[in-house]
């Protein structure tokens, strides 16, 4: 299948679309991984570093701007420990953390650096589609969600990344969000901080009371 390379603008000649890392390849979509009969786009390639090019030949989707959905939920996965250094510690933390040699030392170092990329990759928005000076029409709407600085593909990506790097229990998590509603997902967040650990008993006695409280507010 012949894919016409996109428009690149001069400035992010080098630039993979989807993660913003150097590009070494170009992916072609529609490609021969999954059959898409119904492409609201004509076949393209954008260039793209070699991670996600992997990443994006597993996304089963019907346009290019859901494959970079899905890329960014697998870099959000492959990444998780990560993008978590980003939300227990802070960067002062680290550097004042009292771990001055042995191998804690160079984690200490290389993990702020590490957090700061994955950060960086997961975030990124690739430019504006165009073939030869025709604008796309980019009816696909992502529906990404945006909390603490990162911005996660969608809200459930974001909800399995923090039952992940805290391990909070899942249905505990997910009810507490109910209850506060996504707008307040940090409220969510610590409430279950604070469960990690308890019996599954105390875990729903504490999510009455949190309940009680937000319905007084
Ligand atoms: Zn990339």
Redesign the pocket.
């Known amino acids: 299948m012949a894919h016409t390379l996109v428009d690149i603008p001069f400035e992010q000649r080098h630039q ?1 679309w ?2 913003g ?1 150097p590009s070494e390849l170009t992916f072609g979509f529609p490609h021969q991984y999954f059959p898409v009969f119904d492409c609201s786009h004509p076949s393209l390639s954008v260039p ?2 070699r ?2 090019t992997r990443l994006a030949r597993k996304a089963e989707q019907h346009s290019i701007w859901a494959v970079a959905t899905d890329v960014k939920r697998f870099l959000t996965q492959t990444y998780r420990d990560d993008l978590a250094i980003g939300i227990n510690w802070t960067k002062e933390e680290l550097a004042n953390s009292e771990f001055e040699s042995g191998n804690f030392s160079g984690f200490q170092k290389s993990a702020w650096f590490m957090y700061e990329v994955a950060k960086q ?1 997961v975030n990124f928005q690739g430019w504006s589609l165009s073939l030869e000076g025709v604008e796309l029409d980019c009816s696909y709407i992502s529906d990404h969600f945006i909390f603490d600085g990162v911005t996660y593909p969608s809200v459930e990506v974001a909800i399995e990344h923090f039952i992940f790097s805290y391990d909070f229990t899942p249905w505990c998590f997910k009810k507490a969000l109910s209850v506060v509603g996504v707008k307040q997902f940090g409220k969510a967040v610590t409430f279950c901080r604070l469960l990690v650990g308890r019996t599954p008993e105390q875990q729903k006695v504490a999510l009455g009371y949190f309940a009680e409280d937000e319905k007084l507010r």
């Open positions: 993979c989807f993660c890392e793209s570093c991670e996600c990759r």
